[in-house]
């Protein structure tokens, strides 16, 4: 299986700071990589999907970069609903996999 | 809009099977694809399993082969998932996802069940 980590594992940060989250895989995955959202007791929402495209209704303020083994989620200015669980998942292998997550909070 | 509108809570006792529907509206079900991924109490994502709508080929996460069996009836759009053999272990919810693969092999999950918590207590 290929393994995925992301660091931080959390965060707190203002209201309109820039973050960014690292995720990094076992073995070069190209741009196989999305990145989830996910707030307490709802289902994931999907933001970026290969690497860096935008999924359609996703706000700008949301980016990602990357590729082969390193990757990255920016959110250039946090905004009161972004506060949330934030997991990278690759799709290179058919055993799909998924980050442990990085939880994003108020600081 | 696209929504895949899951089953309710179950409780289980070791042992014992479940099922889990997802029924998809707002889309054609055959062109697409619908993974499996849990999510234990406080636990990050875990993919279960693929099946495709359009044939029903599946693909299986290698810990559950045995265990799990997916499959769709396309006359009512509408994905299950079983489990079998369960454990405490399997306590978690469990998310339908709508599997989209594009071109160049990207695959993606959007948009996602409202997730159906399995309870597995003797």
């Known amino acids: 299986d290929i393994q995925m980590t992301q660091s931080p594992s959390s965060l707190s940060a203002s209201v309109g700071d820039r973050v960014t989250i690292t995720c990094r895989a076992s073995?070069?995955?190209?741009?196989?990589l999305n990145w989830y959202q996910q707030k307490p007791g709802k289902a994931p929402k999907l933001l970026i999907y290969?690497?860096?495209s935008l999924q359609s209704g996703v706000p700008s303020r949301f980016s990602g970069s990357g590729s082969g083994t390193d990757f990255t989620l920016t959110i250039s200015s946090l905004q009161p609903e972004d506060f949330a669980t934030y997991y990278c998942?690759?799709?290179?292998?058919?055993?799909?996999?998924f980050g442990p997550g990085t939880k994003v909070d108020i600081k | 809009q696209v929504q895949l509108v899951q089953s309710g809570a179950e409780v289980k006792k070791p042992g014992a099977s479940v099922k889990v529907s997802c029924k998809a509206s707002?889309?054609?079900?055959?062109?697409?694809?619908i993974s499996w991924v849990r999510q234990a109490p406080g636990q990050g994502l875990e993919w279960m399993g693929w099946?495709?709508?359009?044939?029903?080929?599946?693909n299986y996460a290698q810990k559950l082969q045995g265990r799990v069996t997916m499959t769709t009836d396309t006359s009512t759009s509408t994905a299950y998932m079983e489990l079998r053999s369960l454990r405490s272990d399997d306590t978690a919810v469990y998310y339908c996802?709508?599997?989209?693969?594009?071109?160049?092999?990207?695959?993606?999950?959007?948009?996602w069940g409202q997730g159906t918590l399995v309870t597995v207590s003797s």
């Open positions: 998942q690759q799709s290179y292998s058919i055993e799909f996999t």
């Open positions: 073995q070069s995955i190209s741009s196989y």
């Open positions: 099946i495709s709508a359009y044939n029903g080929n599946t």
């Open positions: 996802a709508r599997h989209f693969l594009m071109v160049r092999g990207v695959s993606l999950f959007d948009p």
């Open positions: 290969a690497a860096s």
């Open positions: 707002g889309y054609t079900f055959t062109s697409y694809g």
